[in-house]
């Protein structure tokens, strides 16, 4: 090929690339029409929007409430390191959105300076409570999760046959930790209320009360929140110990729990955790007794839509049995009349403040 | 030596030029020197195309695009709507990534009439030199030991332990910035060189596939990490998250512009200029570099010439793994100032991208420069344009893989453009496969 | 078959590789086609063997003009070629190579290898080639492989058969048994077309010698023509076969080696204590076969390799369990013997390569920083003095000549102020000019009163360099002799032989 056809070539092949830029930069913005709407905007944390978690529980707030109110309109960031945040958040701020939803403890720092810096920005921050300047828009949505896990912690020290409960968790911190350690008190305020011996597995309780912020003790944990394989490894060592409900606190993880009970044949279960797993698991629902669910959805979609109302209130927000922000659901499992009875009068209990969820508050079984 | 017929070109000589009209010939023996596959050629080449491959997907998975085309099969007459959705679907996108990650033409005329809104003008560059600076830094520890013919995979478990020793330093010591940021700057290399010294070492002395070790050594110092965050000293006092401390104002690389510009680029582009500096002087001036490169290029001849084998894999370790840490350290530094469970893990592990801008740099510190700034700019651009268009970030992610698959196969690019062969070396491979 | 090539040429862009060649092979001649490296000789074989089209002239087989477009075509014509770098898969048998792109074919596709088997058991009894069908490949001696070559070419029933420097790769006594299979080929009615710059080979095998020099036929010769009729007609120039050499006047030990023990790679003892001085004004050239514990005995000497027992002096110091930089500070200078693998960095400049071992020495760097005009200085002053040929002292090594890679590396060591200069293979692969211009280096290094050891395979290098000739076989010497020695009994130590020759 001569040299003239190759320089044709080339010609044509940068004509084409400066027409495509041209184009570009002259084109409209596609999503012009979405300006008017009220835009509503989640910043997820490295987990991404199909964690199976809070991130995902946080974006489907905001579809749920788009699908209340169709003058919403919705958009997510995720976030590959914590580097991000900061920049993420400012970029929703600049495309005017209406309210940003920020996710997790560690976000705190970069959702408080964009709150101090936009003061009249509405936020919404789930699984935290940052401090900010007076004047600024954040409402902090937490949950008390320990009052629903000492529900479920009597559900299973109720349904097990073998006297042994077991729980593991994705990682050894408090958004973790609380659900555990509820757990583990629910479990003895059953023994202790109920004369009986149930044992726990996977969580020993620190010296002092648990709270949103910090709940310390020890466990077993698997060290993320994806491995499957290892979830399945631990649970079936927890029914090789002589465990028969397993109570995974590590999101998808829970999978290779139910993996474990289905290997380990009947009489074997998994307490699911955050969602209901009969819902988002539908398939596996006979090996559920029941879910520990933290109300991320429901309280994202409601401070979405009294934002986009105008009737947003900045502050506090704590999910507790009270309000429904936690609860104990239960799964495909047959569960004795009696044993719900018990439940509910816990839950009135811990309503009313004349039960401890400090598992502290009780004797442990040896 | 044989003969082998090429090989008996004199260097520069060209076909004559014979075909066209004057003006064509003039300027087709520009073309002939600029379409020759140089490297630097090839890589620009490799870029546009990675951004031709970028906007084909976006063409077929953007939903109005493909209702615009699916449009047609009802009449011919929604053909020019077709095109120019597409045209407009992917014109927005790219448009989104240019003015998020360089300038916004309109914001920057209106600060050049108004003068107001300087900041925000100014923010996208800003970012892209947030996220370039540490990459470029990893890059070239990477690119050095890739020179010596070193495969350093576990350049993001160096950079995972350097920002841990030099947050560290930065959080749990107090002392006048004038000490204090040195101090930082030395824990985050001496973090990095300890944790590239022990594959080093191992592969000195025992022959261990260095690949094998700093690859799963990788998974050490996430675990370290997991365990650090959630240890007494350093987790953040008041939290039981995996959350390390927050590092003194006096330990951090402050915002070049001020903490109030809301600019992040911060006087760590300062230490990645020095970082550059530095490895131009070792690879190209140096007679350390000169033993480097030798060894990469050739270690039976680098034996032979009394160059300790040895000596050169800890040491170019021992830099690697440096710069690795220090990068780690300068991205905590310059960006969160603490470090939590998720540091560098991920997507965000850049010393992973580090092999990729290494390659499409071909390991040269000004290469390295460029091709940070490049994956720097798509990855901050292409948020900008998630949240302007929807077009999920990932896609950024598929056009530097593109990019680095076309660097990789310099016989490809050269296919599609029809490039004579380099009138001087051919084009070499980055580096030289998985040899020992 | 007659082959006739009438007029070829070849051009790469303004260059001609090969300008207006004819020549004709007779069957069963063997043809020799001498010229240097560089030369078009390969050029010419690409194109008679259908790899590269001639921009002119035609290829006559049997008489008619037969135009061959690719290797395929060359093959179905009766063409074979043996290529100087083989063609072999090393992990498959003899019998898989032969018949490898050629399948015999069985019911279901599957591969007939008893008929591929019979097929060359046959072949290899007609021609003697001795080779089994059933070895593998990497397991076979060079020579062999080279032979599996010829049967794979045998078996496509070739007529005309190319060797491509056949020998380069060679001990002499494999060379010997080419001979006599190139002789048995051309008696049973085969014609072979022999390339060649080895002046010793031709005119021992060649019926017809063809001269080609610059891409052009400079000549035809006959075989009884004299070695230096031949190199002055092939380089063009007279050329000095025999290199003179001042009186022989040895001074004092420079080199002392002492029941020297040496393991090789896989740990058996390579050197078996070998003892042997080298004086001042002295070359102690080492004879030997390949494989007999050269290789070894001077990668111990120059510290490449642990000395398990015994010592080594240069001058006084002992020197034995150095590393080596810190050998070649103390004055040993080494040319290796693969110059591509040890001796340079292909991909480096000529001007870094002439400093290769000497990178941190002044005036080349001072604390710790290289000083490029010093090695540009350098580099240009020795490229003048030992006329290297390149189009830059930036450009790469690998785009020199054979000749003048090995042209930078004794430009190098010699150019270092050297005690001792150990020398291995110095002159395998170059041309004849090459070689003439490496041993006047030696002898020059030699005459100014510095010490040698030169390991050779060739025996004429040997003879023409040595002032007293060792020989080594199986790890021992097993002699040490004048050059005046016949090469009968030079060649009886190298297999070994101690006893019968007189004198040791």
Redesign the interface.
């Known amino acids: 090929?001569?040299?003239?056809?190759?320089?044709v070539?080339?010609?044509g092949?940068s004509a084409l690339?400066v027409g495509?830029?041209t184009?570009?930069?002259?084109?409209?913005?596609?999503?012009a029409s979405a300006a008017s709407k009220f835009k509503a905007?989640v910043v997820t944390?490295?987990g991404g929007i199909n964690d199976k978690s809070f991130n995902e529980s946080a974006w489907d707030g905001l579809k749920a409430a788009a699908k209340q109110d169709s003058n919403i309109s919705v958009?997510y960031?995720?976030s590959?390191?914590?580097?991000?945040?900061?920049?993420?958040i400012?970029?929703?701020i600049?495309?005017g959105c209406g309210i940003i939803v920020t996710v997790g403890?560690?976000m705190d720092?970069?959702t408080a300076a964009a709150a101090n810096?936009h003061p009249s920005q509405k936020f919404a921050i789930v699984d935290d409570a940052p401090t900010v300047k007076a004047g600024t828009h954040v409402l902090a949505l937490q949950y008390e999760t320990d009052q629903a896990g000492f529900l479920g912690g009597i559900l299973a020290a109720g349904m097990t046959k073998t006297g042994t409960v077991a729980t593991y968790g994705g990682?050894?911190?408090?958004?973790v930790?609380l659900y555990m350690n509820g757990f583990v008190a629910g479990v003895r305020y059953f023994d202790k209320t109920y004369s009986k011996s149930v044992k726990v597995l996977g969580w020993t309780p620190g010296k002092g009360t648990c709270s949103l912020?910090?709940?310390?003790g020890s466990g077993t944990f698997i060290?993320n929140f994806t491995d499957q394989t290892a979830g399945k490894t631990d649970t079936t060592t927890f029914f090789s110990e002589g465990a028969d409900i397993v109570f995974p606190v590590a999101g998808s993880v829970g999978l290779g729990s139910v993996a474990a009970a289905k290997l380990a044949g009947a009489g074997h279960y998994v307490m699911w955790v955050d969602s209901n797993g009969c819902e988002s698991d539908a398939a596996d629902c006979k090996y559920f007794v029941g879910t520990v669910a933290k109300g991320v959805e429901p309280s994202v979609e409601a401070s979405v839509l009294s934002a986009a109302k105008g009737t947003f209130k900045a502050g506090s927000y704590i999910g507790t049995l009270k309000n429904d922000g936690t609860a104990l659901e239960y799964g495909g499992v047959m569960i004795p009349a009696s044993l719900k009875a018990k439940i509910a009068t816990a839950k009135a209990g811990i309503i009313a403040g004349t039960i401890s969820v400090n598992p502290n508050s009780y004797p442990a079984v040896k | 030596?044989?003969?082998?017929?090429?090989a008996?070109?004199?260097?520069g000589?060209?076909?004559?030029?014979?075909?066209?009209p004057v003006w064509?010939?003039r300027?087709?023996?520009l073309?002939?020197r600029y379409?020759s596959s140089s490297p630097i050629v090839i890589a620009a080449l490799a870029v546009?195309l990675g951004l031709v491959f970028g906007?084909i997907i976006i063409a077929t998975t953007t939903p109005?695009v493909l209702d615009a085309w699916r449009s047609i099969f009802h009449h011919w007459s929604g053909l020019p709507v077709a095109i120019k959705v597409t045209?407009?679907?992917?014109?927005?996108a790219?448009?989104a990534i240019f003015t998020?990650s360089v300038v916004d033409p309109q914001g920057f005329w209106h600060s050049l009439t108004t003068g107001k809104g300087w900041p925000?003008t100014l923010?996208p560059i800003s970012?892209t030199f947030?996220?370039a600076t540490p990459l470029v830094i990893v890059s070239i520890g990477v690119g050095i030991a890739f020179q010596t013919g070193l495969f350093n995979i576990g350049a993001n478990g160096q950079a995972v332990i350097g920002g841990i020793a030099g947050a560290a330093v930065g959080s749990m010591l107090h002392l006048p910035t004038i000490l204090h940021l040195p101090l930082t700057l030395l824990g985050g290399i001496a973090g990095g060189m300890l944790c590239g010294a022990l594959p080093g070492v191992l592969k000195a002395y025992t022959g261990a596939h260095e690949v094998i070790v700093t690859l799963m050594f990788n998974y050490v110092t996430y675990?370290f990490l997991?365990y650090a965050v959630?240890s007494t000293p350093f987790q953040q006092p008041?939290?039981?998250?995996?959350?390390g401390r927050?590092m003194d104002p006096s330990a951090i690389l402050a915002p070049l512009f001020g903490t109030k510009s809301?600019l992040?680029v911060s006087y760590g582009v300062f230490v990645a200029a020095a970082v550059v500096v530095f490895a131009w002087?070792l690879l190209d001036?140096?007679?350390?570099g000169?033993?480097f490169?030798?060894t990469g290029?050739?270690p039976?001849?680098?034996?032979?010439?009394?160059?300790?084998g040895r000596r050169v894999i800890v040491v170019v370790f021992l830099i690697s793994g440096g710069l690795a840490g220090l990068a780690g350290l300068v991205?905590v530094a310059s960006?969160?100032h603490?470090i939590?469970?998720?540091?560098?893990?991920?997507?965000?592990g850049i010393g992973f991208t580090a092999i990729t801008v290494a390659l499409l740099g071909r390991n040269r510190p000004m290469g390295i420069v460029w091709a940070s700034l490049l994956f720097a700019a798509l990855?901050?651009g292409g948020?900008?344009m998630?949240?302007?268009?929807?077009i999920p970030?990932d896609l950024a992610t598929v056009i530097q893989s593109a990019i680095v698959l076309f660097v990789a196969t310099p016989v490809l690019v050269k296919e599609i453009?029809?490039l004579?062969a380099a009138p001087t070396?051919t084009v070499?491979l980055a580096t030289k496969g998985w040899g020992s | 078959m007659q082959l006739e090539l009438r007029g070829i040429t070849?051009r790469?862009?303004?260059?001609t590789?090969n300008d207006q060649i004819s020549l004709k092979v007779e069957p069963g001649q063997i043809h020799s086609l001498l010229g240097e490296?560089?030369?078009?000789?390969?050029?010419l074989m690409?194109v008679l063997f259908g790899l590269?089209r001639p921009d002119e002239g035609e290829i006559l087989i049997d008489g008619v003009v037969t135009p061959i477009n690719d290797s395929g075509e060359a093959v179905r014509r009766g063409i074979g070629m043996v290529h100087?770098?083989f063609m072999l898969v090393p992990v498959f048998t003899v019998a898989e190579n032969v018949v490898l792109g050629f399948e015999p074919k069985k019911s279901f596709d599957r591969i007939d290898y008893r008929a591929a088997t019979e097929d060359i058991r046959r072949l290899s009894q007609e021609f003697h080639l001795e080779v089994d069908p059933d070895a593998v490949i990497e397991n076979l001696p060079v020579g062999l492989q080279q032979r599996v070559e010829i049967l794979k070419a045998l078996s496509h029933d070739a007529e005309l058969l190319i060797l491509?420097?056949p020998t380069a790769v060679l001990t002499p006594q494999e060379i010997d048994a080419l001979m006599d299979i190139m002789r048995s080929l051309a008696a049973a009615g085969k014609s072979i077309l022999f390339i060649t710059h080895k002046l010793k080979e031709v005119k021992a095998i060649a019926d017809v010698i063809t001269v080609i020099r610059h891409g052009q036929v400079v000549g035809t010769a006959e075989p009884s023509a004299s070695e230096s009729e031949l190199a002055s007609l092939m380089v063009g120039r007279d050329v000095q076969l025999t290199v003179t050499k001042s009186t022989y006047d040895p001074g004092d030990e420079v080199l002392e080696v002492r029941d020297l023990v040496v393991l090789d790679d896989r740990g058996l003892v390579a050197v078996n204590g070998v003892s042997f001085d080298v004086r001042a004004g002295e070359v102690l050239a080492l004879a030997g076969v390949q494989g007999n514990g050269q290789t070894e005995l001077v990668e111990a000497l120059?510290?490449?390799r642990p000395v398990v027992s015994g010592s080594i002096t240069l001058k006084g110091r002992d020197i034995t369990h150095l590393?080596?930089?810190?050998?070649?500070?103390a004055g040993l200078g080494?040319i290796?013997e693969?110059r591509q693998?040890?001796?340079?960095?292909?991909?480096?400049s000529v001007a870094?390569n002439l400093v290769?071992?000497t990178?941190?020495r002044a005036p080349?760097?001072r604390r710790?920083?290289?000083n490029?005009a010093a090695v540009k200085e350098n580099a240009q002053r020795l490229v003048r003095e030992f006329d290297i040929r390149t189009?830059s002292i930036e450009?790469?090594a690998?785009?020199l000549?054979?000749?003048n890679?090995q042209k930078v590396i004794v430009a190098r060591e010699l150019s270092r102020n050297i005690e001792f200069l150990v020398a291995s293979q110095p002159t395998r692969?170059l041309d004849v000019g090459s070689i003439e211009y490496v041993h006047r280096q030696f002898i020059e290094h030699r005459n100014r009163g510095n010490g040698s050891l030169i390991v050779s395979s060739e025996l004429d290098e040997v003879l023409a360099l040595g002032d007293r000739i060792a020989v080594m076989f199986e790890g021992r010497i097993s002699g040490i002799v004048d050059p005046t020695t016949s090469r009968e009994d030079i060649g009886l130590l190298m297999a070994g032989h101690t006893t019968e020759v007189a004198g040791v």
């Open positions: 090929m001569g040299s003239f056809r190759r320089f070539t080339v010609l092949a690339m495509t830029l184009i570009s930069v002259a084109a409209t913005s596609v999503t905007c944390d490295t958009q960031l995720s590959t390191s914590s580097a991000d945040y900061a920049p993420n400012n970029s929703f600049s495309k403890f560690l720092a970069a810096a990682e050894n911190f408090s958004a930790t912020a910090a709940c310390a060290g | 030596m044989s003969e082998i017929a090429p008996e070109i004199p260097q000589s060209n076909e004559p030029v014979d075909e066209g064509a010939r300027t087709s023996a073309w002939v379409t546009f906007a109005a045209f407009d679907n992917v014109g927005s790219y448009r998020g925000n923010t970012e947030t996220y675990a997991l959630l008041g939290q039981s998250n995996d959350i927050t809301g992040r002087w001036r140096s007679s350390m000169f033993d490169r030798v290029a050739n039976a001849a680098a034996r032979a010439s009394g160059i300790n991205q960006t969160t603490y939590d469970g998720g540091f560098l893990i991920g997507n965000a990855g901050v948020r900008n998630q949240a302007s268009t929807g970030l453009f029809r004579r070396a070499q | 070849k790469f862009g303004s260059f590789a490296n560089g030369a078009g000789k390969s050029t690409n590269l100087q770098h491509d420097e120059v510290g490449m590393s080596p930089r810190d050998a070649l500070d080494h290796p693969d693998r040890d001796g340079l960095v292909l991909s480096m870094d290769l071992n990178p941190r080349f760097a710790g920083t290289r490029l189009t450009a790469p690998s785009s000549s054979g000749g890679q692969g």
